[in-house]
């Protein structure tokens, strides 16, 4: 089993930052390819971006490419999305989730993990 946790949500105006964190325990963290993904009301659950377990992959969603940045510690079992020119449609409940496969994947159900979630609200 794998235990994730969020952390780093917030209210934050339009073109502000907001450093997300992930902390992981339970399995060796360096075996999973870790995303974060994220989900208005009302709406499906959305890709943001992942990591792969080595580090060398990294892929985003189209609407925030250029703006998020993910990243991992793996020695101290955390993944973060680093969050700059924040926009008012970034606004959503961002979850961590964590897959024991080498390579990144945009679909939900691929990844065998997942936090609680952390909100993150963009003002206009």
């Known amino acids: 089993q794998v235990q994730l946790v969020e952390s780093g949500g917030g209210l934050v105006q339009a073109g502000g930052s907001l450093r997300l964190s992930c902390a992981t325990s339970g399995r060796t963290f360096s075996s999973f390819t870790m995303a974060w993904f994220r989900q208005a009301p009302g709406k499906d659950r959305e890709f943001v971006a992942a990591e792969s377990w080595s580090g060398a992959i990294t892929s985003y969603a189209g609407s925030v490419k250029g703006r998020f940045t993910i990243s991992r510690d793996n020695a101290k079992d955390t993944v973060y999305l680093q969050m700059n020119s924040l926009k008012p449609e970034d606004t959503a409940v961002y979850l961590c989730?964590?897959?024991?496969?080498?390579?990144?994947?945009?679909?939900?159900?691929?990844?065998?993990?997942w936090g609680q979630g952390t909100q993150v609200t963009v003002s206009s």
């Open positions: 989730a964590a897959a024991p496969s080498p390579s990144t994947s945009t679909h939900a159900n691929e990844y065998d993990y």
